[in-house]
């Protein structure tokens, strides 16, 4: 019979923890970097492009392509991939565990990234194109798989800061990546090298992840069995030598799954929307140089991960002295998630006097503030189901990153000018009204309750004892 963990309510005691830091917080660094390095490798065409694509390189051997008039459909190339495996990854981690999947995505994402300058000069745009889909396609197995760990290595009542932590990697990820990566494009050696800097960190880093990560507190050699009960006690895994079937038909019953589903599209839609596009705002309108130019761009991702931090601490408090409950934690979150970068974009859509510190505030707020989701609808898989989290994050985020696809392509069929501000204006609306719809059917309809089908067999014992 299955080792059933059952969860602890929200009028329970709370759980005191046996060890300041120990081998789940180590775990939670691993998957910290993890994040860090494979949202660096993301973002780095972000800011490469625009050197990719000057005519007047810093040295005249490095090679450019001033011809290339389709760089949004290279950006948004890197989901034509991300989208399709999430949904599968979601399911393969959960039958054979997560660790080697991530091993995979970071050698494979990182082998492709060092190829994009040859597959460049040989076949054009077209060959970064395909280098991208590539990395999408290994990068859609990130998220389900750490979602998977992280239902499995936290516990209750520090879900929220462990959670902030791990996913506000991305956000450290992108502001190493952008001034990095600016910086070595307005160098003599040339955008290919941040290319091969990034990728070979990559590798390396693969490496070090499949030599210390492990799948669950129970597989892991060295913990304590002090830990491990802490762990295990609060996260309603069901530990079982076989698969748990996955309740298709309950999920896509599910109101707050549904909930989950249209806050990621507005997350989504605002985030990479402004990820792939202030590079090109900053250097269109802004007219800053490409060093200038990616450093301001990192600077809201590094508020991001500064709010993050902030903030995760303190809804895991108010949960943990039953101040509010679970689910009203997540809808303050994910409310301030959705209407303070609404704001400040519809604030900056009608700038008509393009001051420096005002626009780098605004995108500053914008960006930073949208750290409060992941207090929000990104925990919510792993409240509603543990059991499932790597699957449902995987489902949910496979189709909201249709969104991440279409953000980028629809700036370009709002206008071709991008030193127009007309055409911004109509960019940042849009995004606001969406995290303003979004945000408002979340905080309606969601839920942060363990569902009943999380374990159904488990559930039918129930009511037959009834």
């Not at 994009?116 to 197995?141: E, H, K, N, Y």
């Not at 992280?150 to 902030?164: C, D, G, M, Q, V």
């Not at 069995?225 to 076989?242: A, D, F, G, V």
């Not at 704001?343 to 393009?354: G, I, V």
Request: proline share 6%; net charge negative; hydrophobic share 45%.
């Amino acid at each position: 019979m299955a080792e059933v963990k059952v969860n602890i309510s929200e009028n329970e005691q709370t759980p005191t923890p046996r060890n300041f830091f120990g081998v789940r917080h180590f775990q939670s660094v691993l998957l910290f970097f993890t994040l860090l390095v494979a949202f660096a490798i993301r973002t780095t065409p972000s800011v490469a492009i625009i050197s990719m694509t000057e005519k007047n390189p810093p040295d005249p051997s490095i090679p450019t392509y001033p011809e290339w008039d389709d760089t949004d459909i290279i950006l948004s190339s890197f989901f034509w991939g991300y989208i399709l495996t999430q949904l599968g990854a979601g399911q393969l981690s959960e039958y054979f565990g997560p660790k080697w999947f991530l091993v995979g995505t970071m050698t494979i994402g990182s082998l492709f990234h060092i190829v994009i300058p040859p597959m460049a000069a040989t076949f054009g745009s077209v060959g970064v194109m395909i280098c991208r889909m590539i990395q999408g396609l290994t990068q859609g197995f990130l998220y389900p798989c750490i979602s998977n760990l992280l239902s499995r290595w936290t516990p209750l009542f520090e879900r929220s800061r462990i959670s902030n932590f791990v996913y506000g990697a991305a956000n450290v990820g992108i502001a190493i990546s952008m001034p990095l990566t600016g910086a070595i494009c307005g160098s003599k050696s040339g955008w290919p090298l941040s290319f091969y800097v990034c990728g070979s960190i990559g590798i390396a880093w693969a490496i070090i992840f499949a030599i210390f990560a492990e799948n669950s507190p129970s597989q892991h050699k060295r913990i304590s069995p002090e830990e491990r009960e802490y762990i295990e006690s609060s996260t309603s895994i069901t530990e079982t030598k076989k698969k748990i079937p996955t309740p298709w038909l309950s999920i896509l019953r599910s109101v707050p799954v549904w909930a989950v589903f249209v806050a990621g599209i507005a997350q989504c839609w605002g985030g990479f929307t402004l990820l792939t596009e202030i590079p090109s705002y900053m250097d269109s309108i802004m007219h800053f140089d490409i060093n200038s130019n990616s450093q301001l761009s990192a600077l809201p991702y590094v508020a991001m991960f500064l709010t993050g931090l902030v903030v995760s601490p303190l809804f895991d408090t108010l949960v943990a002295n039953n101040t509010i409950s679970i689910t009203v934690a997540r809808k303050i979150s994910n409310t301030l998630a959705s209407v303070l970068p609404a704001a400040a974009l519809t604030y900056l859509a009608f700038l008509e006097d393009f001051e420096p510190n005002l626009v780098n505030a605004l995108l500053i707020i914008a960006v930073g503030t949208a750290a409060f989701q992941q207090s929000g609808y990104m925990l919510n898989t792993i409240d509603l189901t543990p059991n499932h989290a790597g699957t449902l994050f995987g489902l949910i985020n496979g189709i909201n990153n249709i969104f991440s696809l279409l953000a980028p392509l629809t700036v370009g069929l709002l206008g071709s000018d991008k030193s127009d501000p007309i055409l911004w204006r109509k960019v940042f609306l849009l995004s606001a009204g969406i995290y303003i719809a979004c945000g408002l059917f979340y905080v309606i309809f969601t839920s942060a309750e363990v569902q009943p089908w999380n374990d159904l067999e488990k559930e039918q014992e129930k009511t037959e004892k009834k």
